[in-house]
């Protein structure tokens, strides 16, 4: 149903963005057992950032190919990097911490965690270096960082919107110091602090006030570094974290599968009574979407894992889902779109909370799910926290009847989520933007035609 494969690296270097056409996606159940999770998108592109900041050869194994880890690559390769594609691993030659900028602009595409890394990074070029993104990425909230750079010592400007995106950076006067952040707007701009700290002359003490959301993402940013040789504290909650100057080691590492991706997979397998196995599934994950595991235990699936072959063995024996639920995410907000794909199919109040900061991603996924799924007619309401989406309660049933047209909102997670709650509507959904789950999950469709032999290709 899809007409053309494309792949990551054309999209990433021509930026192809085309979201205009619908796929076709109808009742069905898995009829196979077996699907594989790629690797990790998070720790791909953390062990891309410290490898090209290292002075030596670093190896990365089972890396994620997709258009946000090919981003980030070209990024990295336009400020001096020269990073190798082989057959599941990436070979990268790292700058020693020097800027070597070949004067392209920085185009960071969609990818929020790119468009951050790179401005930090930037600010240590004695070179002005122009960083931007595409129409997704221009509209996303920036000024926390760009404040917090400018307290450092940078000098920025943004070229269109204040505190968005294009912005400039003019010269390397990037010191160092103490800087306060606001802790559930992204966590990715602690991560980009985080990263561009080792190079600067006095390191960088950051104190998150607010809510610390997203704590995961933090956590591995600093199991990275620390890899890399980077000398950093931080107190138990990790609101207050001190990363002092030092060099970049090379790493060698090899990456685990990713728990957000796994969420589309373990949604299906817990909707479609059965016994499956999925591959790449380590047992112990940094990943805060490992969450997702609890989740589906809770609602009687049985998991055993083999450490051995990282493989899950799942065993479903509901005919179907029934009882209460309440689930915070507030460490895995990640999982919420997947989440409300599956609780539209439970028998009782599912609840769930703490996605406040999903707002600021790709989409508004609170809102973005909450209205789709409002089209196919599931009894969902938005939960509220001081006057922000914060989660959703749905009342769901067993069967719904679909037959809608419905909008992926531009985002990856969104599609994957409708793909996946179409699948036990009663009439086929169209929705629109299949080609965008190239972002982080090149291999969706052909991991659905392992699982239920219904090809979308």
């Keep these: 149903m ?64 997709c258009l946000e880890t090919q981003t980030m690559k070209n990024v990295m390769r336009a400020l001096g990097a020269e990073i190798t594609d082989h057959d599941g691993y990436l070979e990268i030659k790292g700058i020693g911490g020097k800027i070597n900028y070949n004067n392209q602009i920085l185009d960071c595409l969609g990818s929020g965690l790119v468009f951050r890394t790179a401005t930090a990074l930037a600010c240590t070029s004695d070179t002005p270096i122009i960083v931007t993104g595409d129409a997704s990425l221009r509209p996303r909230v920036m000024k926390p960082l760009f404040d917090a750079l400018e307290s450092l010592g940078a000098r920025l400007s943004c070229l269109a919107e204040p505190g968005k995106a294009p912005v400039v950076s003019w010269d390397g006067n990037l010191q160092g110091g103490k800087v306060e952040l606001a802790g559930d707007i992204s966590s990715q701009f602690i991560t980009a602090l985080m990263f561009v700290a080792p190079l600067t002359p006095k390191g960088i003490h950051i104190s998150v006030h607010n809510h610390l959301l997203s704590r995961s993402y933090i956590e591995q940013t600093a199991h990275f570094m620390q890899l890399a040789g980077i000398e950093l504290v931080y107190n138990d909650t990790m609101t207050e ?69 990282n493989q899950l063995r799942l065993t479903n024996p509901n005919r179907e889902l029934v009882g209460d639920y309440h689930f915070d995410v507030s460490n895995c907000p990640n999982i919420i779109p997947t989440l409300a794909a ?17 707002r600021l991603h790709k989409s508004n996924r609170i809102k973005a799910m909450v209205s789709e799924l409002k089209r196919l007619q599931v009894n969902i309401e938005t939960i509220y926290r001081d006057d922000i989406e914060d989660g959703f309660v749905i009342k769901g049933k067993s069967s719904h009847l679909g037959g809608e047209t419905l909008s992926s909102w531009g985002d990856h997670r969104v599609f994957m989520s409708l793909f996946v709650a179409s699948l036990k509507m009663e009439k086929p959904n169209l929705i629109d933007g299949f080609r965008d789950v190239i972002c982080s999950f090149p291999d969706f469709f052909k991991q659905v035609e392992n699982l239920t032999g219904v090809c979308y290709e």
């Design 241 to 309: 974290i001190q990363v002092y100057p030092g060099h970049y080691k090379p790493i060698n590492v090899t990456l685990a599968g990713d728990m957000t991706s796994a969420s589309y997979f373990l949604a299906m397998c817990t909707l479609f009574q059965g016994e499956y196995l999925l591959d790449n599934m380590p047992f112990h994950s940094m990943q805060g979407e490992r969450y997702f595991l609890d989740v589906v235990e809770a609602l009687g699936v049985r998991l055993a894992f083999d450490a051995d072959t």
């Design 2 to 65: 899809i007409a053309e494969k494309i792949s990551a690296e054309e999209i990433a270097n021509n930026a192809i963005n085309d979201f205009s056409r619908h796929l076709c996606v109808g009742k069905t159940k898995p009829i196979h057992q077996r699907c594989s999770i790629p690797s990790s998108k998070p720790e791909t592109q953390r062990g891309i950032i410290v490898a090209s900041l290292a002075d030596g050869v670093s190896y990365i194994h089972n890396d994620l190919r």
């Design 342 to 358: 599956l609780g539209a199919f439970v028998n009782g109040e599912f609840k769930v909370t703490g996605g406040s900061i999903t």
